[in-house]
């Protein structure tokens, strides 16, 4: 009579070896709080320099991402990889929300928005922008796609 409590080996957990070897590569930095401590650094960072520029987000906007995205390290701290991932994709996503709805708010007000080229964005603004894409991208692959691959300690 075979054993009930005997575990049989783990199947392929992911689809193809594309994925398999994806995930490999960048399952350590996803599960990692340093990229999200990084970026909330940069936020953090930025938020005494007061610069007048229209690509340069407010200082609130810039201190209160940063605190957010410590949260999302902590909680990928504990381990909770699962929920840290969610946090700072959902917060990333959110940022690149309110930068549009920032342009369009002054549209409605009545203010003038200046038609600014690639080139004239400020450098931090694109910092910005470069490394939030960069955690959205990181967190959002593994909470939207590696994890679904992943067998669940039953």
């Known amino acids: 009579m075979p054993d009930i409590n005997a575990r049989s ?36 960072g930025t938020s005494p320099v007061a610069v007048t520029s229209p690509t340069l987000p407010p200082f609130a906007v810039r201190f209160g991402f940063g605190l957010v995205f410590a949260g999302a390290g902590y909680v990928l701290s504990t381990g909770d990889v699962e929920n840290g991932s969610a946090v700072a994709t959902s917060w990333a996503a959110s940022y690149f929300v309110l930068n549009a709805l920032r342009k369009e708010m002054r549209k409605l007000r009545g203010d003038s928005v200046p038609k600014v080229r690639v080139w004239q964005r400020h450098p931090l603004g694109l910092a910005l922008n470069g490394a939030t894409f960069g955690a959205m991208l990181l967190y959002g692959g593994e909470y939207f796609w590696f994890q679904n691959f992943r067998q669940r300690p039953k």
């Open 9 to 44: 080996p783990p199947e392929q957990a992911y689809p193809d070896p594309g994925t398999q070897s994806l995930a490999k590569l960048i399952s350590p930095y996803s599960h990692s709080p340093w990229p999200v401590w990084s970026l909330s650094a940069l936020f953090l």
